[in-house]
């Protein structure tokens, strides 16, 4: 069995949200009463969120090299970062990384891909929302992304920074999220729609979504991270 390595605490509650579904899997196919492997290296989420609003990316990149040594040094044989905003930097980290990082991006890619989805709605930070690092995936394997417009993005920003990283979900919140999702399959015709902050997942995956296929990173994430480890 191959050890995990995780870069975590960005934020705290989606870590935590990885920890439990990745035993969960990983029970499931190996039911032999064994657990897995795993190293959490839970770093500062204010320090990536302060780099990456100042562009800062080289910098950022060089931070995370650093927390991914730490983990190849705790014996972490692969990786992953548990958030999808530092995936902005994702190239030029898998480049200099000691060990092999596994993408969310294009994790979930081939999800949708397995789908037959042609077209999908994209939600998270303002970061990922307004980054090419998921449009580049995706439209590489013939899919086009739709964003929510300029006013739904900061709301998601401010609800996602403010309350969900911080453990708040409110039935109003919620509420709002999928009537951004609504619109978007109602003017974008988007087919699906991909929680692309590992956040997301924790106030949306019970949500009742209508006639729309629903990527729920944290857990392609994990189902790839499950099967790399076995």
């Known amino acids: 069995m191959k050890r995990l390595g995780i870069i975590g605490g960005l934020g705290p509650e989606a870590t935590m949200d990885y920890y439990r579904l990745i035993v969960a899997a990983y029970r499931q196919q190996k039911p032999d009463g064994s657990y897995p492997a795993i190293v959490i290296n839970s770093i500062d989420l204010n320090k990536v969120r ?24 705790a014996g972490a044989d692969f990786g992953l970062l548990a958030a999808s905003t530092p995936h902005i930097v994702f190239d030029d980290l898998r480049r200099q990384s000691p060990i092999s990082l596994l993408s969310i991006v294009e994790a979930t890619c081939e999800a949708a891909k397995a789908l ?68 978007l399959k109602r003017q974008e015709g988007i087919e699906g729609v991909i929680l692309g902050g590992t956040e997301l997942p924790l106030i949306l995956r019970d949500a009742a979504f209508r006639e729309i296929a629903v990527l729920d990173t944290t857990q392609i994430h994990v189902r790839s991270a499950v099967a790399q480890m076995l």
């Open 50 to 73: 302060d780099l990456v609003t100042v562009n800062a990316l080289a910098d950022l990149t060089e931070y995370l090299v650093a927390e991914v040594q730490r983990l190849a040094r």
């Open 116 to 183: 037959g989805l042609k077209r999908l709605g994209l939600l998270g930070t303002r970061f990922t929302m307004q980054g090419r690092f998921f449009p580049d995936v995706f439209e590489r394997a013939g899919m086009t992304l739709a964003v929510p417009t300029e006013d739904e993005q900061a709301y998601i920003h401010e609800k996602y920074m403010g309350e969900l990283v911080n453990g708040i979900f409110l039935s109003e919140t919620r509420q709002g999220l999928l009537e951004i999702v609504e619109r």
